[in-house]
């Protein structure tokens, strides 16, 4: 999960100025966490203490209401309505992090994948968003190599990944859409060399840079085992304290390295 957080902080100073390389500093001075981050410890809350994840969702949105949510998740959690509101919103895909690390079985990542997606984001592509970002996690985790990711993730959600950052970068736009942001934040990871390459080539794209950077940063972590402590530490350094009593409790709960 902090793999995802990372990528989260860095993207954080992009998502409203996107560039088109992966050549720029990966902290600045007001570089900071989102709702990427706030609801993908939402979500760790609740897998943690066993309960409900749109209880969860909502208290966390609601305690960090600044974070930068979207204007229908906004509006949700501040209703006494607890309805889903059909999003395809890449939101479900950028949360979806934990599920990937603390379940150990195919079908338990998909169902809980769905079930995290679904309390909001219950359109069809919310759910394929969530589910193939934690598919992906779950099969890095397990030292799967990434010809075999590629093949399991487009063959159950038929996403395009026979194409390179380099040939998507030049007319990518800013899409918050799973089905137009999902499938290249997990191409950013494919293609990418470690940790750091994966976040790079995510944000690099120019589009929904903190929550690339969260998916394909989510990802890299399962897979490389490994983030850098220059990396670690800035990031450590902009979470609030209950953040952090969260993610190291799960961290220490499902034997998460990093």
């Excluded at 309960?51 to 979207?70: H, Q």
């Excluded at 390179?164 to 942001?181: A, H, K, L, M």
Aim: with cysteine; proline share 4%; net charge negative.
């Amino acid at each position: 999960m902090i793999g995802a957080i990372a990528g989260d902080i860095i993207g954080s100073v992009f998502e409203h100025d996107p560039i088109k390389t992966i050549n720029f500093p990966l902290f600045a001075d007001f570089s900071r966490f989102t709702d990427d981050t706030v609801l993908s410890v939402a979500i760790a809350d609740a897998i943690l203490n066993q309960t409900d994840y749109g209880t969860a969702l909502k208290n966390y949105g609601r305690k960090y209401p600044a974070a930068g949510y979207g204007m229908s998740f906004l509006h949700w959690t501040q209703s006494s309505v607890t309805k889903p509101y059909n999003s395809w919103g890449n939101g479900s895909a950028m949360r979806v992090s934990p599920v990937g690390f603390a379940f150990d079985s195919t079908e338990d990542v998909l169902r809980e994948a769905e079930k995290t997606a679904a309390v909001t984001h219950n359109h069809p592509e919310g759910i394929k968003g969530a589910q193939a970002t934690a598919l992906a996690i779950f099969l890095a985790r397990q030292g799967t190599d990434k010809s075999e990711i590629r093949r399991q993730i487009q063959h159950r959600f038929h996403y395009d990944l026979d194409r390179s950052t380099d040939e998507i970068r030049p007319d990518y736009i800013f899409d918050v859409s799973c089905q137009g942001s999902v499938p290249e934040s997990i191409l950013a990871f494919l293609e990418s060399e470690d940790f750091e390459d994966a976040v790079r080539l995510a944000i690099s794209l120019g589009g929904d840079s903190d929550t690339m950077g969260c998916i394909a940063g989510g990802i890299a972590q399962a897979y490389y085992g490994r983030i850098p402590q220059q990396v670690i530490d800035p990031v450590r350094q902009r979470l609030p304290e209950s953040f952090l009593q969260v993610i190291d409790q799960f961290n220490a709960t499902f034997d998460v390295s990093f």
